[in-house]
């Protein structure tokens, strides 16, 4: 029947188009990975990378967390985990990963001078991001939780089509603007067949530190109205707090360095929610 | 018989970057050609951030469409006095939300269109945003702007 050959026919045209994709193959000794992205820059992707990491880590003793920071142009994860230096070399030529807070951590930021601009076209970036994921000796890991870069482009290809991905948790603020670009991302992870585990809500709100008035400075409730029209959900919420940027700044993130307070509250529930939503691990 | 280049009229080149994501590249650049088109001069911006196209939307003209004309794109004109011209992805869009997931060449191809189709006219002044990073976009934008006369490039960044 004709159904059935259009069937066959599309079934051959995948098969060919997918020919010069890159298989999908999981990172030696990494149970599940969680990516964080935005679409849009500046929204607190890096600060949530950290902190999600840290609390995963805190949430459950047992379990080994990795970071990965997939940001080639603009490595944020040395400053904000305060790790500094050249990874070493295993004897099979493998890059050790800098620990600090019981995170393995790895990032372009080790590898090249911290003012050196990356001015790479996207060949070349691909080809760092595969040495950045396969390259380095993880260990054993439960969740390798990987910090994206803004935008929708290689890095973001690379990384989907090389390895399987438990999830993605996109991070953005409730402007308007950042709100385009997240529903960007969404509609990207969707193309290339990434589970969206919801959204993060980021500088929801700023209290003023003297008289406590509220003001919603990127706007109210933009990433609720955006999860109701993905039909994804709202992992959490952070408000825009001073304490929160400063302890990224000076390498100490608030979930390990104020864990009682209410940012830290914020982002262990973040945890929890992406833990809730993640499939069985495999064995 | 040399092709009039459609950037010959244009008489000085901005580029806006930052390297960090979020600083108020758009945002800059967008106020920024406001205040000079109450200066006077007539302003073009170009968006090459093919990834997260903010300007139509800051300036209120995401429902807009290109046409073409015997030299190129033209550019989407603004105000009573049209005197700021914008081009932007947002415009070839078939909806605003649809993602731009293209890896580096189809983009280098697209900003080369964009610096070398669009009928920009006589401009003062073209404001160019670029997207956050050092990548494809920037060096395409420059390489493809070299020939012309690239005033210079703005630094936009935040305390942190």
């Given at each position: 029947?004709?159904?059935?050959?259009?069937?066959?026919?599309?079934?051959?045209?995948?098969?060919?188009?997918?020919?010069?994709?890159?298989?999908?193959?999981?990172?030696?000794?990494?149970?599940?990975?969680?990516?964080?992205?935005?679409?849009?820059?500046?929204?607190?992707?890096?600060?949530?990378?950290?902190?999600?990491?840290?609390?995963?880590?805190?949430?459950?003793?047992?379990?080994?967390?990795?970071?990965?920071?997939?940001?080639?142009?603009?490595?944020?994860?040395?400053?904000?985990?305060?790790?500094?230096?050249?990874?070493?070399?295993?004897?099979?030529?493998?890059?050790?990963?800098?620990?600090?807070?019981?995170?393995?951590?790895?990032?372009?930021?080790?590898?090249?001078?911290?003012?050196?601009?990356?001015?790479?076209?996207?060949?070349?970036?691909?080809?760092?991001?595969?040495?950045?994921?396969?390259?380095?000796?993880?260990?054993?890991?439960?969740?390798?939780?990987?910090?994206?870069?803004?935008?929708?482009?290689?890095?973001?290809?690379?990384?989907?089509?090389?390895?399987?991905?438990?999830?993605?948790?996109?991070?953005s603020?409730p402007?308007?603007?950042?709100l385009?670009?997240a529903?960007?991302?969404?509609?990207?992870?969707?193309?290339?067949?990434?589970?969206?585990?919801g959204l993060v809500q980021?500088?929801s709100?700023?209290?003023?530190?003297?008289?406590?008035?509220?003001?919603h400075?990127?706007g109210a409730d933009g990433v609720r109205d955006l999860a109701k029209t993905l039909?994804l959900d709202i992992l959490g919420d952070?408000?825009?707090?001073?304490?929160?940027?400063?302890?990224?700044?000076?390498?100490?993130?608030?979930?390990?360095?104020?864990?009682?307070?209410?940012?830290?509250?914020?982002?262990?529930?973040?945890?929890?929610?992406?833990?809730?939503?993640?499939?069985?691990?495999?064995? | 018989?040399?092709?009039?280049?459609?950037?010959?009229?244009?008489?000085?080149?901005?580029?806006?970057?930052?390297?960090?994501?979020?600083?108020?590249?758009?945002?800059?650049?967008?106020?920024?050609?406001?205040?000079?088109?109450?200066?006077?001069?007539?302003?073009?911006?170009?968006?090459?951030?093919?990834?997260?196209?903010?300007?139509?939307?800051?300036?209120?003209?995401?429902?807009?469409?290109?046409?073409?004309?015997?030299?190129?794109?033209?550019?989407?004109?603004?105000?009573?006095?049209?005197?700021?011209?914008?081009?932007?992805?947002?415009?070839?869009?078939?909806?605003?939300?649809?993602?731009?997931?293209?890896?580096?060449?189809?983009?280098?191809?697209?900003?080369?269109?964009?610096?070398?189709?669009?009928?920009?006219?006589?401009?003062?002044?073209?404001?160019?945003?670029?997207?956050?990073?050092?990548?494809?976009?920037?060096?395409?934008?420059?390489?493809?702007?070299?020939?012309?006369?690239?005033?210079?490039?703005?630094?936009?960044?935040?305390?942190?």
């Amino acid at each position: 029947s004709s159904s059935s050959g259009d069937e066959a026919l599309r079934d051959k045209r995948a098969r060919i188009l997918s020919r010069g994709l890159p298989k999908q193959k999981p990172i030696e000794g990494v149970k599940q990975v969680v990516v964080v992205a935005s679409g849009k820059g500046g929204v607190g992707k890096s600060t949530t990378a950290v902190n999600i990491a840290l609390a995963l880590a805190a949430n459950d003793s047992t379990k080994e967390v990795g970071l990965l920071d997939a940001d080639i142009y603009g490595p944020s994860i040395p400053k904000m985990m305060n790790l500094k230096g050249n990874p070493e070399l295993t004897p099979k030529n493998l890059m050790r990963p800098l620990k600090n807070y019981g995170i393995a951590c790895m990032s372009m930021g080790f590898l090249i001078e911290e003012t050196a601009p990356v001015v790479w076209r996207g060949l070349m970036v691909m080809s760092a991001v595969e040495k950045l994921l396969r390259q380095v000796d993880w260990g054993q890991l439960d969740y390798l939780v990987i910090d994206m870069p803004p935008g929708t482009g290689d890095v973001q290809l690379s990384v989907s089509q090389n390895i399987p991905i438990a999830g993605a948790v996109i991070v953005s603020t409730p402007q308007d603007v950042a709100l385009l670009d997240a529903h960007k991302g969404a509609e990207m992870f969707r193309k290339v067949h990434v589970p969206v585990l919801g959204l993060v809500q980021n500088m929801s709100v700023f209290q003023c530190p003297k008289c406590k008035h509220e003001t919603h400075i990127f706007g109210a409730d933009g990433v609720r109205d955006l999860a109701k029209t993905l039909g994804l959900d709202i992992l959490g919420d952070v408000p825009l707090h001073v304490n929160i940027r400063e302890t990224c700044d000076s390498g100490q993130p608030v979930v390990i360095s104020q864990p009682q307070s209410d940012a830290a509250k914020a982002y262990l529930k973040i945890a929890m929610e992406i833990l809730k939503r993640l499939p069985v691990p495999p064995a | 018989i040399a092709e009039r280049s459609n950037l010959a009229g244009v008489q000085h080149i901005l580029l806006v970057l930052s390297g960090k994501g979020g600083v108020g590249k758009s945002t800059l650049s967008t106020e920024l050609a406001l205040a000079l088109r109450s200066a006077g001069k007539r302003v073009g911006i170009l968006d090459v951030d093919l990834c997260g196209p903010s300007i139509p939307r800051m300036l209120r003209v995401q429902d807009s469409a290109v046409h073409q004309c015997d030299s190129g794109w033209v550019p989407v004109l603004l105000g009573q006095d049209k005197a700021i011209a914008l081009m932007s992805i947002g415009f070839l869009l078939e909806r605003p939300d649809d993602a731009v997931v293209w890896r580096g060449p189809k983009k280098n191809a697209l900003i080369k269109q964009f610096v070398s189709d669009v009928a920009w006219g006589d401009l003062d002044f073209l404001i160019v945003d670029t997207p956050p990073g050092t990548s494809d976009e920037h060096i395409s934008t420059v390489e493809a702007l070299r020939p012309h006369q690239l005033l210079g490039a703005i630094l936009v960044t935040t305390p942190q």
